[in-house]
């Protein structure tokens, strides 16, 4: 059973969707998706507590060997990365289960589609694999974003497939350039090939390029996210916050492919123009959020500056930066779709005035407001939450990089701009009000929605007691990501002793 | 063949990223189908050419590297479901916008 657990976290999403496919009835689809998704949830954690041992979990499918077969590979940081798409997952399809599914056909098997590509995303070993899995995640994205009509949603709909197929286009060719030079597409033995001589080295290189590349469209680097803020603002609550985990699968990868392939021999790859980007982006994505008309659209921006400080990470090469870059990860993803979920509420209780940073009938219940002030805390990264403590853990182990300097100063005036933005927007959301102005008359809240909301809120408090051993588990997790030679050896040798199907009882 | 064949593939980008900066959308699907023939083209290049060989393995015979090949189905057919879902995404934006435009700007 241990020897199969890598394949779980893919199989349950598929086999969800396909039996949701059989009957169109709702009440079904959601029976089936949330049972599905509470699986994939034991499914990852514990395969995240198997992934703790240190042994590198190779899954080779249909039982071919590494560089001829497709294989997954399991380390901490996949398994840590699965099994927070499954929180989110779970907790995101517990609240599109209040109504948000009956505003269009099909919603559930996407869901579980969009899960399962997500998931593979992080599981696979193979760059072609990956291109799959990201296809799989895309396809079931563009639906999902179209999902409850509108010509808002169409619109960012139409730029969105279309940027995004243009990056399908870019990595296909990076991939046949990899294949023209180097004769694979495992990840593990594309490191083994690149430190051998006899390859052209320009055009491995240009190929790499082109794959950061791609991944930096997915994560939103700076000339790359203009498409970010609509789509996000555009989309269903509950999508848009399944969507704050799609920035990460791009930012993920880059660490993954800097780490294996590019460190041991082209450090140079990403020096100076990811960081300068990056940097770019967290200035751009703050001003962004001044900006916003509405709370939805000030998601968006949040999204993509996490995705910018993010970004800062891959080029510094070094294990506890990115073992902060991965706390700070889990907490953003997390308040992120929490803040999309907060906004689908508010919007419903504020009649026309909607989630329009303007004065509106005011907030019926008080647990709304004090959700809203608990997350502006956690995403303003004031003490004592755990925005915080990622902000201080991410900027304490940049102290002593080559830029230091100048994360510290846009990092830091950053995060001023967007506690001015987050006060001045929360002030007109709870305070200002119409005069006279009575709560609306609405329909009540769901639990399931409510459920959702606070826990997805709660992890801010949470995280930031339980910061010590999600610390340690990133620090592990990023000292077994900086460590080529073990995967390289892991994935190839699948004979050798520290191999996961030597480990069954 | 090698000549021939990169021309034909930098004369379809060519075009394919012409089309796609238009600024209307059945340009743009135009240019984005012209740009996967580019790329399914590249990608088969990449497992090189050879003439007159199967992807078969056998004793003494010239074979072709397969793997090249099963990628192209692969993106094809992704390409492919791609394609459809953006022509309707198109369409719908068409009948709700009453203008082709990819931005979908309400006409005045």
Not at chain 1, 58 to 78: C, E, K, M, S
Not at chain 1, 224 to 252: E, R
């Amino acid at each position: 059973m241990n020897a199969n657990a890598p394949i779980l976290p893919i199989l349950i999403p598929l086999l969800a969707a396909l039996l949701q496919m059989v009957s169109g009835r709702l009440a079904f689809q959601r029976a089936v998706g949330l049972l599905a998704t509470a699986l994939l949830l034991l499914a990852t954690g514990w395969l995240t507590l198997l992934a703790d041992d240190g042994v590198l979990r190779v899954y080779a499918l249909g039982d071919w060997p590494a560089p001829f077969g497709i294989v997954l590979v399991v380390d901490r940081l996949a398994a840590g990365m699965t099994l927070l798409t499954a929180v989110l997952g779970f907790l995101v399809l517990l609240y599109a289960s209040a109504g948000f599914d009956e505003e269009g056909l099909h919603f559930h098997p996407l869901f579980q589609f969009q899960l399962l590509g997500l998931v593979g995303a992080f599981l696979t070993g193979d760059l072609f694999n990956l291109f799959v899995f990201f296809e799989i995640m895309l396809l079931a994205s563009y639906v999902l974003l179209a999902h409850g009509g509108g010509l808002a949603r169409t619109r960012a709909g139409i730029t969105y497939v279309v940027l995004n197929l243009v990056g399908s286009a870019l990595f296909l060719i990076a991939l046949g350039l990899l294949y023209g030079t180097l004769g694979t597409l495992n990840l593990a033995d594309l490191a083994r090939v690149l430190a051998l001589p006899g390859h052209d080295q320009a055009l491995a290189r240009l190929a790499f390029a082109l794959l950061i590349a791609v991944f930096a469209l997915k994560a939103g680097l700076l000339p790359l996210s203009f498409w970010l803020p609509h789509t996000y603002s555009a989309a269903g609550a509950p999508v848009a916050a399944l969507f704050a985990i799609m920035t990460k699968v791009g930012i993920v990868a880059i660490l993954r492919v800097q780490a294996i392939a590019l460190a041991p021999v082209m450090p140079d790859l990403l020096d100076n123009w990811l960081t300068t980007l990056a940097l770019a982006t967290v200035a751009f994505a703050a001003l962004g959020a001044l900006a916003a008309p509405r709370l939805k659209s000030l998601a968006a921006w949040l999204v993509l500056l996490s995705a910018g400080t993010l970004l800062l990470t891959p080029a510094q090469a070094s294990a506890g930066v990115s073992a902060a870059a991965l706390y700070y990860l889990v907490q953003s993803t997390l308040a992120g779709a929490a803040l999309f979920l907060l906004t689908g509420i508010i919007a419903e209780q504020r009649g026309k005035a909607a989630d329009q940073f303007m004065a509106g009938p005011p907030l019926p219940s008080v647990w709304l407001k004090v959700a809203f002030l608990v997350l502006a805390t956690t995403l303003a990264a004031l003490p004592p939450f755990s925005g915080f403590i990622g902000k201080l853990m991410l900027l304490t182990s940049m102290r002593d990089v080559a830029a230091g300097t100048a994360v510290w100063v846009v990092v830091l005036t950053a995060g001023f701009v967007v506690m001015a933005a987050l006060a001045r927007d929360g002030c007109y959301l709870i305070w200002k009000h119409r005069a006279a102005a009575q709560p609306l008359v609405v329909e009540p809240i769901g639990w399931q929605r409510v459920t959702a909301t606070l826990l997805l809120v709660a992890a801010g408090p949470l995280l930031a007691v339980l910061a010590r051993p999600l610390s340690d588990y990133t620090m592990r997790a990023a000292e077994q990501l900086h460590a080529p030679g073990a995967y390289v050896t892991g994935v190839l040798r699948p004979g050798a002793a520290n191999n996961g199907r030597e480990a069954k009882p | 063949m090698e000549v021939l064949l990169s021309i034909a593939i930098g004369v379809l980008t060519a075009c394919g990223v012409f089309l796609i900066l238009r600024a209307r959308t059945f340009p743009v699907l135009l240019g984005l189908t012209l740009l996967s023939y580019a790329v399914n083209l590249f990608l088969f290049a990449s497992g090189r050419l050879r003439i007159d060989a199967p992807p078969l393995i056998r004793a003494g015979a010239r074979y072709a590297d397969p793997l090249p090949q099963a990628l192209v189905l692969t993106a094809i057919v992704i390409g492919f479901g791609m394609t459809a879902y953006l022509a309707i995404l198109a369409l719908r934006g068409l009948s709700e916008s009453g203008a082709d435009h990819v931005d979908a700007r309400q006409e005045p």
